[in-house]
């Protein structure tokens, strides 16, 4: 991902399923916990994740986890 093209280094996301159920529903994002977490700098419908970080959405949910890449998780 080229973090240059982002909104202040946060992008979004939407999931999309094939088994029928389509386009994941609207959400509104809440303040994204873990150590790089906190809150996007503009509103959106989709999950808003931080550019160069691992960020952990749940199908359909408003929360968001977002932390480094550690040393120990890259193979």
């Known amino acids: 991902m080229d973090c ?3 909104e202040n280094g946060w992008f979004e996301v939407k999931s999309f399923l094939t088994n029928g159920a389509g386009w994941e529903s609207d959400i509104s994002q809440s303040t994204c916990t873990g ?4 809150r996007a700098p503009y509103t959106s419908k989709n999950h808003l994740g931080r550019c160069g970080f691992v960020n952990v959405f749940d199908f359909g949910m408003s929360t968001c986890q ?4 550690s ?3 890259i193979h």
């Open 66 to 69: 977002i932390n480094p890449f």
């Open 4 to 6: 240059s093209q982002s």
């Open 71 to 73: 040393a120990s998780i």
């Open 35 to 38: 150590s790089a977490g906190g």
